[in-house]
Structure formats: C-alpha cells, structure tokens
C-alpha cells in the first residue's frame, strides 16, 4: 500500500493507494509542520487516526507539508512516522511541490497557497523558485487564515469593531479577550488558533469592515508574492488552500486588475496529486 498525504498546518489528508494508483481510501489527521509538531504529538496524533489500523500494511509514503523545506525540518517528521510506519519507506517535501503537481498543466507557471499560512513560487517547468521568503505566522503568511484571524482579534481586543459585530462575534465564540490573549500564548500551535477565527469572518463577510480586510489582504498577497517574480503578467497564476477558495471572488477581481490570467483555484490537491504522482 502507498500513503499519499496533503498536509497544511490544520490539517493532514491521507490518500491510502493502490499499486496502480487507485485510492483505497482518505484518512484525515490534524495538520504536521515541523516547526510546531513535537514527535510526541505526531505518534499521538496516528495512534489516534484511522490510519492505525493499515500501518503495517504501508510500504511507502510521499508526504508533502507545510514547514518542510530543508533535510534538517524534514527529519523532525520523518522520525517519528518511521516508528509509526515501520515498514515505509518515506519521502517527506515541500506543499508548494504538491501544490505544483496538483494544478500545473504545462509551460512556467507563478503557484500560491493560501491555507492556515502562506506561500509562493515560481515553476519553469523544472525548477521551482521562490523570491519571497516564507516568513511564518509571526512576521509573514500574508492573505493566510492566521493573518486575518489576527486583524480580527486585534479589533476584537482593542474595542474597534461596530457594536453589531461584537455581539455576532462573542454570540459565534464563548470565548473573551482575556481568554483569547492566553490562548494565543499558551497554546502549543497559536498559528491554528488564530486562523479558526477566519471562519468568523468569511461568514460575515458581507460587513465593510471584513469586505476591506480581504480585499486588502489579498491585494497586499499579490503586491508581495506575485508581483516579486520577473515578467509575472506572462505567466498563469494558480492557488492551493481553503483560505483562496473561499476568496476567490476578491483573488478573481484582482487578478483581473493586475492583468494576470488566473488558471485556476484549487480547495484540496490530494486527487490531482495522487493522479500526477502515478502518472510521472
């Protein structure tokens, strides 16, 4: 049996596969990101999945994540899932290559995510590059779930949004701002955290306040990591994640401003990347 797995920060798709590539069956598990993921919570995390129940059966895993971008990084994932999957032999890489296998259809192409975090690159068709660095929930993810959940809470916090969506939001969440400043400090994954709040605000979306937010947000995406690539009007642009599904009606509108032809939006690449990874 052949593991394909899909993993952002959130959340972790497992696409269990026949010899011939024909998927048995998904498994879902939280998301795994070396920078945040202990082994401890990995092993507990797939004792806890269904995945328990077929790990002897695997022999091989490609596993692309968010966060995995070095041997070194890699290695924090790769230990623990050997001692889960004994018997696999395991490929850990990037999402941004998962995110190129699953929507690119020939010829350069400018690929982004947007998911819990963040990212961009360009693929000539062998090479990826990427211009803009990845600077994480802290300091990057720009256009992320976890960039606006910030916007959001910083509102929250501060007392700056119209009384109609403080009642919706604290009627939404039984937590309050006291909570929630702990929460961000206290949790072992405050990247995640803030980008539940995301929710929130797509399902109000209709508010000028959030309808700014996301219209600047995604415009402050391109200006950084579209508009940093040579000649980036040439190319077709794509997305990966559910934070660009659920705005692609602000990433169409600006792409068009921006005269950049938008290939195509993608919520989750597993399928695509399944059907590539037994076509190469």
């Known amino acids: 049996m052949i593991l394909i797995a899909d993993s952002g920060s959130t959340k972790c798709t497992w696409a269990a596969c026949s010899n011939n590539g024909e ?28 995945l328990k129940d077929i790990k002897g059966k695997v022999k091989t895993i490609h596993f692309y994540g968010a966060g995995c971008s070095s041997p070194a990084r890699n290695s924090v994932l790769a230990k623990p899932m050997q001692t889960f999957f004994q018997h696999a032999k395991i490929h850990i890489k990037h999402d941004l290559e998962a995110a190129i296998m699953a929507t690119y259809k020939g010829g350069p192409v400018i690929c982004s995510i947007l998911g819990t975090g963040s990212n961009s690159c360009f693929y000539d068709g062998k090479i990826i590059t990427e211009n803009a660095p990845s600077l994480g929930y802290i300091a990057g993810d720009e256009a992320s779930g976890n960039y606006f959940g910030k916007q959001l809470i910083n509102l929250y916090i501060n007392k700056a949004l119209p009384k109609n969506i403080i009642t919706k939001f604290e009627n939404w969440t039984p937590e309050r701002a006291n909570e929630i400043i702990e929460n961000i400090y206290d949790l072992e994954k405050p990247n995640l955290y803030l980008a539940s709040f995301f929710r929130f605000m797509y399902e109000n979306k209709q508010e000028e306040i959030f309808d700014t937010i996301f219209r600047k947000g995604i415009q402050h995406f391109f200006d950084l990591h579209i508009k940093c690539f040579k000649n980036y009007k040439q190319y077709p642009l794509t997305f990966v994640g559910s934070v660009a599904y659920y705005l692609q009606d602000y990433i169409t509108e600006i792409a068009k401003q921006e005269e950049i032809q938008l290939q195509e939006i993608v919520q989750s690449p597993i399928n695509n990347l399944v059907t590539e990874l037994f076509n190469a």
């Not at 401890?40 to 806890?48: E, G, R, T, V």
Request: proline share 4%; charged share 10%.
């Open 23 to 50: 998927i048995i069956q998904l498994h879902q598990t939280i998301g795994f990101n070396p920078k945040y993921t202990s082994e401890k919570s990995l092993l507990n995390a797939l004792a806890n999945s269904t």
